[in-house]
């Protein structure tokens, strides 16, 4: 076997992983290795550019800003469905035997977030303590049916992946209060929607890495963000690959437009390859929720009951 197919093969078997934060579809394009430069890294030297913070503080306004700093707290549901070939690529990762529905539960002001997946495999617990500012990634513990893991590649992958949907559910408003670089790249249609790129060097990183590059697509008309698109360098078998994720289906509850549908597919180095399609079927805010609720083998207090659902919620998963 030669070098470039040897290179070829490693980078499509790491990538496939990388891919991600969801399932993975059949797809012919896994005969090809292709290479894209679907974003521009934001290097640690740049000034962040007026007009790049402006546009993320209207994209923040037209999600709710004004209302997300008055939610204490957030529950919130999710359902779909992995598929055996991402399992067998990326075990830790899709943790395909836990992870076929999940109850998340969200603290902003104390940088908490906290995940309870079922599958055939039983329970999954993840607390996610998230980082304060560069150099600090922030730390996670995770929970088999009861029973604490010191896996680094679990522990990796779960606070990659407890970073990854906060940042798909809430968007620019999971941004504000973060420490990173912007800038304005062009311009980028997602289906009907002409949007604005905004490049993002975010620091710390999406879960446990210290940094890592985003590109969000701020649609021109209503300043929602339709598209983001990221590294996944928290994980070391994903490092170096490029995903996005498309959001629609936004509902306005409580003064913020939440996305209620997703979609996931890889950029790098086989570019489209759908990988995964997920819902929002439930969510509430402000229930009174305290950390302790959050911290132990399973919710507590509080935590306990299921996020409300949403209104035309697939009862199954999709």
Known sequence: MSHDRSTCLISRRRLLGAAALAPLAASPLL???????????VAATEATAPEAA???????AAHGLAAWRRVRDLSVSYR????????RLQPELVDARFRQASEERLLPAEGLVAQSHTGPGGHKQVVRQLGRGPGDAGRVTVAYNGVATTDEAVQQAAALVADGYRLFLLGPLALVDTAHTLRLAGLEQVGEHACERLMVRLAPGLGL????????????RTRLMRRVRFTLDGLASTRGAVAEVDTFDFQNIQGIEWPTRFHERLRKPIPRLPVHDWRLTGLDLNRGLKAADLGGAQFSGAARSPARTLPGAPADPA
């Open 54 to 60: 402006a546009l993320l503080a209207e994209s923040a």
């Open 209 to 220: 890495s210290p940094v890592d590059q985003l590109v969000l697509c701020i649609d021109r």
């Open 31 to 41: 005969g090809g290795c292709a290479s894209v430069a679907p974003l521009a890294p």
């Open 80 to 87: 779909g469905e992995w598929r055996p070939l991402i399992d």
